[in-house]
């Protein structure tokens, strides 16, 4: 059974740094591609951030390139968000998801079936 749980969530004044990560069970991190979301009161989901499985070739949505950064560690079955420059706009629950894509991996969510509970991250002064 694919269980995907975040943490690393949290209060941060806007300029700040946070760290998530997505703890992976019941599957091998390294068959599948791994996508950030993150969904603010009143929004739609929306993609932030993917790295594939095949050659850990990533992808950031506009508004995070340059200020967030995807990795993987296969062996610990983490994948970790970290989010430095934060601003008040980053606020929002950020989910993890996983799913086996071929190639490049992707940020539109009805291509994932499997999800985590999500974190919430606040960034205010």
């Known amino acids: 059974q694919v269980q995907l749980v975040e943490s690393g969530g949290g209060l941060v004044q806007p300029g700040g740094s946070l760290r998530l990560s997505c703890a992976a069970s019941g599957f091998t991190l390294g068959d599948y591609a791994i996508g950030w979301f993150r969904q603010a009161p009143g929004k739609e989901r929306e993609g932030v951030s993917c790295?594939?499985?095949?050659?850990?070739?990533?992808y950031y949505t506009d508004s995070v390139k340059g200020r967030f950064a995807i990795s993987r560690d296969n062996a610990k079955k983490t994948v970790y968000l970290q989010m430095n420059s934060l601003k008040p706009e980053d606020t929002a629950v950020y989910y993890c998801?996983?799913?086996?894509?071929?190639?490049?991996?992707?940020?539109?969510?009805?291509?994932?079936?499997?999800w985590g509970q999500g974190t919430q991250v606040t960034v205010s002064s």
């Open positions: 790295i594939s499985s095949s050659d850990g070739r990533t």
């Open positions: 998801a996983a799913d086996q894509f071929l190639g490049a991996c992707t940020v539109v969510p009805v291509h994932y079936d499997n």
